[in-house]
């Protein structure tokens, strides 16, 4: 686990874009609190290390694809974009931080960007 380096209150840099190649991620701690940052297909994603059903380190978990069944066979999309819990395999989007199986559930998530060589968290 890396530690940030803060600019400003909020504002913290978290890496190099060479330090997260897409379908990766590096988890950091921010003010004490555990957040996994995700390179999606060069689009980078914040969300908590807290699994909402048994707290559970999520951000360790599996990325995959979204898997749905169109009536006559399996449809794979959104390659990266699902990450399960490594503990009982409970289902989140990435991008949005919501429950596949339960969208009243959620994993709090953060804004991520990349300015210039460098990615920021916003905590």
């Known amino acids: 686990m890396a530690s940030e380096s803060s600019d400003t209150a909020g504002r913290h840099v978290i890496a190099q874009v060479t330090d997260i190649s897409p379908g990766h991620r590096k988890v950091v701690k921010i003010n004490g609190r555990e957040i996994g940052v995700f390179n999606i297909d060069g689009a980078y994603h914040g969300i908590r290390n807290i699994c909402p059903h048994r707290s ?37 989007d990435v991008k949005t931080g919501e429950c596949l199986v339960d969208p009243t559930l959620r994993v709090r998530s953060y804004r991520v960007e990349q300015e210039g060589d460098d990615i920021v968290l916003y905590a």
């Open 56 to 92: 559970g380190p999520i951000c360790l978990g599996r990325l995959r694809p979204n898997v749905e069944w169109d009536g006559q066979e399996f449809v794979y999309n959104r390659e990266n974009e699902i990450l399960k819990c490594p503990w009982h395999n409970w289902e989140f």
